[in-house]
């Protein structure tokens, strides 16, 4: 076995795999160094392998959803309960009186969007974690996004979306079945997937206007939907093994690859540049967190922790995930991508 590259630092051996830094004549152990780019600090380098854990939360019971904004905030919701954290995993502010949580979402501007099976079954909240409205002109809310028109929701018998004061402005989907999943692209362009079988459809694209442009029918239990700059769709499949679970599409619905070696897909985000996060719904020891590439290949994955719920990535090369889990286990955490 190789043995790892060392440094001798003031007489002592270090490993150079991790970083060190001299304060008042005592080495400290760092384990990242940051640059200053165009006013933006970004990690120049980290001791954290990829898939590696920067920190952990386990006082959150059952998380539904989680989504990172573009300084690095956290918002997780889960049965009772939604938080906000900073980059650090520290609570910044929290409510406790919306029930039966199924997805979260956040805007530019920090508000956020959570939805439920529960009354309310949308509410907005305002960046200092106060509520601006709920929403139950329809009930049974599943997946939510959002983006600089409106806030988009798929629920159990339509998929719509509200003006961000909270009126509905279009039913894509007034007769749904089963919707889980909705997202919007940048030329307008929505996504819905539908937990259905064989003979009805697991995913749709429609028109700003309203049309339909393309459904598929041809893999079952639709569970997660979401797009890439670049018009690539990525879905998650509830699925068994030897069935497809995880696909990419192109803006035609042609299937580029698919992915069948692990079964129950329950969440998928993709980045900036194509790489693919996925969360199964499996048990400990068996593989619960992957990364792809942009080709389908994988690139790492993790056993340690099972039951993944919902998976979020950002800009910064780091990969978040909710797991459905009591509270004493590890339930949040924020990954190395």
Known sequence: MAANLMVNIGGTWKDIAK????????????????VNIGG????????????????????????TGIAVDSSGCVYVASESTIKKLN???????????????????????GNVYVVG???PSVRKINSSGGTVWNNNTVAGAHGVSVDSTGVYVAHDTEVNKRDLSNGIIVRYNRNASNGRSVVADSSGYVYSAY????????????????????TLYDVRLGMDVTVDSNGYIYVA???????????????????????????NAYSIAVDSSGNVYVAYQKNAGTKNVRKFNNNGAEVWSLTDIGMARSIAVDSNGYVYVAYSLAA????????KA
């Open 19 to 34: 970083g060190y830094v001299n304060v008042g004549g005592v080495w400290k152990e760092i384990d990242k160094i940051f």
């Open 328 to 335: 004493g286990n590890k339930t949040v955490r924020k990954i």
């Open 117 to 119: 099976t529960s009354s």
């Open 195 to 214: 937990y259905n079988n064989y003979d009805e459809k697991t995913l749709d694209k429609w028109n700003p206007d309203v049309s339909v442009v393309w």
């Open 237 to 263: 499949y509830y699925n068994g093994p030897a069935e497809k679970s995880v696909r990419k599409l192109n803006n035609s619905g042609t299937e580029i690859w698919s992915n069948t070696d692990v079964g």
């Open 40 to 63: 933006v600090w970004k990690i120049a380098w980290t001791s954290i392998p990829p898939g590696g854990e920067v920190w952990s939360l386990t006082d959150m019971g059952y998380p």
């Open 87 to 109: 980059s650090n995993g520290v609570e910044v502010w929290k409510q406790t009186d919306f029930y039966g949580s199924q997805d979260i979402a956040v805007d530019s501007s």
